[in-house]
């Protein structure tokens, strides 16, 4: 069954770096997000792309943040400057229709800020 | 916003016991998906439901929307150590691609 892939699976940072988590979305998707979760906490959305731009974006995606796709198959998460609070598990997704039949999540990336 | 609240937050059940989870919106819902999260790992798409009324299963798993809308019901029948893990509900506002989720449910089964 496809799957979307998202590496490294543990991340370790010192705050103030830069760090880029990178996801395979499944071939034939044409939606994609990021969520995160805060240990303990929701599953909150970040960002949603469709058609190389930004289709949707939460608060908590500030200029810090920044989608790219770079290369057709890949999908990346850019903080710019990473704190103490973005250590989460951050979370890709792709879908073929957007909403209408839910979507594939990816088995997350584990973000720690030090 | 919406809010979406899960009850109960966590569940302890016997092997072969039924059970049932339950999520509430604060507003109507377009879209409500049911996902199933093991610890430290990604979330498994379980089932999409959209019109008031309508119940779908998956193996010995059914998930019913009411006519109102505004809650949604996750029945396990004659529950395995497998089913074991978190249940998140989570629910779109129509023309929205983002979805937001409940807090979950954790999920033990007991031999």
């Known amino acids: 069954e496809p799957e979307v892939t998202q590496t490294p699976s543990h991340q370790v940072t010192q705050m103030g770096q830069e760090v880029i988590l990178r996801c395979v979305p499944i071939s034939n998707h044409l939606y994609f997000y990021w969520y995160r979760q805060i240990l303990g906490q929701k599953v909150e959305f970040l960002v949603s792309f469709y058609n190389n731009e930004i289709s949707e974006k939460s608060e908590i995606f500030d200029d810090q943040f920044s989608v790219e796709r770079p290369d057709g198959s890949n999908f990346t998460l850019k903080i710019r400057s990473t704190k103490l609070e973005d250590s989460a598990m951050y979370f890709c997704?792709?879908?073929?229709?957007?909403?209408?039949?839910?979507?594939?999540f990816g088995s997350g990336t584990r973000l720690t800020v030090v | 916003s919406q809010e979406l609240e899960q009850s109960p937050q966590s569940l302890i059940v016997q092997e072969g016991k039924n059970l049932t989870i339950n999520c509430t919106s604060s507003?109507?819902?377009?879209?409500l998906y049911w996902y199933k999260q093991k610890y430290g790992e990604g979330l498994i798409f379980l089932m999409m439901?959209?019109?008031?009324?309508e119940e779908k299963s998956h193996e010995k798993i059914t998930a019913k929307l009411d006519e109102k809308k505004q809650q949604s019901s996750l029945h396990i029948t004659a529950s395995q150590p497998s089913h074991a893990g978190i249940y998140l509900c989570?629910?779109?506002?129509?023309?929205?691609?983002?979805?937001?989720f409940g807090q979950g449910t954790r999920l033990t089964i007991n031999p």
């Open positions: 997704a792709s879908s073929t229709q957007g909403l209408n039949y839910g979507y594939t």
């Open positions: 439901l959209q019109k008031g009324g």
């Open positions: 507003k109507t819902l377009y879209g």
């Open positions: 989570g629910a779109n506002t129509q023309g929205a691609q983002k979805l937001v």
